[in-house]
Structures are given as C-alpha cells and as structure tokens.
C-alpha cells in the first residue's frame, strides 16, 4: 500500500507543478505590446515581481525582479517536481509490490 506521506508528496508535486503554470500563463498574459510585464495590485498601482524570503521576525523581500528571472525560476520548479514525480513513482512501485 503506497503510504498516506508518499501520497502526500505527490499531492504536493501535482499542486507544484499547477501551479507554477498557472504563474506562466499569468505572466504571458500580463505582458504589454511592447513585450513589458505589466503588473498592478487590487489598488491600480503597478507593481514588479518579487522575491520574498520569510524568518523569524517578518522577511526580507527583492523588488522589481526581472521577467525573466522569474520565469526562468518558475521553470527549472517545474522540471524539480517533474524529476521528483519520476522519484515517487519508484518509490510506489516498491511500496505496492
């Protein structure tokens, strides 16, 4: 029987890797005629990608990253979970045998 962790962790990866397109095809979507990101928040001002990284006492956040940073990061995240996919697939293959 695959183990309700494993099941997790492929819950996971699927959730992942929809996740991750959603935010490309969102990207792809928010770009202008001159092939410019454009972003603005529920208040109309406009905005950039960031990278935020959470601790203990709030975060610390990057502003204004650059498009294709972004989907660049997005990608390989997408092709991590693929590979972990392929992983877990192994790994229930053991458990149901």
């Not at 990608?75 to 149901?96: A, F, S």
């Amino acid at each position: 029987m695959i183990t309700k962790d494993i099941a997790r962790l492929i819950y996971n990866c699927y959730s992942e890797i929809e996740s991750g397109k959603k935010m490309i095809e969102e990207l792809k979507s928010r770009l202008n005629e001159k092939g410019e990101l454009s972003l603005v928040n529920r208040w109309g001002d406009s905005e950039g990608l960031e990278l935020k990284i959470p601790n203990g006492n709030g975060s610390y956040s990057i502003k204004c990253v650059p498009f294709h940073l972004a989907l660049d990061v997005i990608t390989e995240h997408i092709l991590n979970q693929e590979k972990e996919l392929e992983r877990l697939k192994d790994v229930c293959k053991v458990q149901l045998y």
